[in-house]
């Protein structure tokens, strides 16, 4: 069976999936060039580069059955693969709730694992109000809003676990910016404002560029909170109470 190349792999994560101890895979490839994105190496196909096999990972997996409660599975953007469901099958049937980390640019395949029912928490990245400032952010002049609105719909519409994020870099999104967005995102149950970390940026100008500070981001969330469920800073969640698996 063919699946997703793993070129990343996480072990263990308290921070991805707050209020469980995770292992967390990164799949190369991504149909988005974010000038702050920090995972440049897996943005494309690399024939000779280093992958981890599922099945070290779904051994180490069953190692820790009973300390481990899920796996998160990111990238790169993990949509795109045609394969995905069936690398999201192998982990839930090793017994391990999944949650899924996703730009939203395919809403086809969103609803397709959201339908089968193959994951358990959905972390979507916003990356700037639905209107042409969301070019600039991820650097695709040609990205498709209406995907994006489509992804929101069908998570907006599931009764599963999810929350939208943000980055808030400052070469990329003013703090009108930020709020343009809330009010895109009226009704949304949850918001995390992500802090921008200068180093390594996909887009060399931006690691001379210094980050909001805090306090800005906390104010910003706060004035989110007018248009949606909760806002917060990354590093400042509340976790929400989650289901047994």
């Known amino acids: ?47 000779d580069a280093e992958t981890f096999e599922l099945e070290h990972i779904l051994a180490h997996l069953k190692g820790e059955r009973g300390w481990l409660d899920g796996v998160v599975v990111s990238g790169g953007e993990p949509t795109i693969h045609p394969e995905l469901p069936g690398l999201l099958r192998q982990f839930k049937e090793a017994g391990f709730p999944v949650k899924l980390d996703t730009n939203g640019t395919q ?22 109000p639905l209107d042409e400032r969301y070019a600039r952010a991820t650097g695709r002049a040609d990205v498709d809003l209406r995907a994006i609105r489509r992804s929101l719909a069908l998570l907006r519409n599931w009764d599963g676990d999810y929350k939208l994020r ?3 870099c400052p070469a990329v999104l003013s703090a009108k910016d930020v709020l343009d967005l809330a009010v895109d995102l009226v009704g949304a149950p949850r918001l995390v404002l992500q802090p921008f970390k200068h180093g390594h940026c996909l887009d060399p100008a931006l690691d001379l560029v210094t980050p909001y500070l805090e306090e800005l981001l906390l104010e910003l969330a ?24």
């Open 166 to 168: 943000t980055t808030v």
């Open 222 to 245: 706060e004035r989110c909170q007018e248009f949606v469920g909760s806002a917060t800073v990354r590093g400042r969640e509340t976790v929400p109470s989650v289901p047994e698996a």
């Open 107 to 128: 809403p086809e395949m969103l609803a397709m694992v959201l339908g089968e029912g193959l994951v358990e928490c959905v972390a979507m990245d916003v990356k700037a």
């Open 1 to 47: 069976m063919s699946l997703p190349r793993i070129r990343g792999f996480l072990p263990n994560t308290l921070i991805d999936w707050p209020g469980r101890l995770a292992a967390e895979v990164f799949l190369e490839g991504c149909n988005l060039r974010c000038p702050y994105c920090h995972a440049g190496y897996l943005l494309t196909t690399a024939p």
